[in-house]
């Protein structure tokens, strides 16, 4: 199983950046599929979660400005970030769980996203 994100970059507060991760060696639609980052000296946090019919949820501190699909034909799942702010600078890390086993799940290596002047 590989999970492999990229996307992350510097950006300058206000800007944009598009994340995506490519699962492969799952049946990615039996999968939910889940945006979490860490930033130094932090606890990953859950940032946003979609389900494998389509669900979503985000955490609080990204409503509205960040929006999490997935492409089931790609088998990749993606953040839009909008309206960045220094805060949201972590490394992002993929995340998919399996519908029948949520405790069976997997992870990609992550990407930084750094959001500086």
């Known amino acids: 199983v590989q999970l492999v994100e990229s996307g992350g970059a510097l950006v300058q507060p206000g800007g944009s950046l598009r994340l995506s991760c490519a699962a492969s060696?799952?049946?990615?639609?039996?999968?939910?599929m889940g945006w979490y980052r860490q930033a130094p000296g932090k606890q990953r946090e859950l940032v946003a979660r979609i389900t494998s019919f389509g669900r979503t949820n985000y955490a609080e501190f990204v409503k509205v400005r960040f929006t999490i699909s997935r492409d089931n034909a790609k088998n990749t799942v993606y953040l839009q970030m909008n309206s960045l702010k220094p805060e949201d600078t972590a490394v992002y890390y993929c995340n998919a769980a399996y519908v029948l086993d949520i405790g069976r799940d997997y992870w990609g290596q992550g990407t930084q996203v750094t959001v500086s002047s």
């Open positions: 060696g799952i049946v990615f639609s039996s999968y939910h």
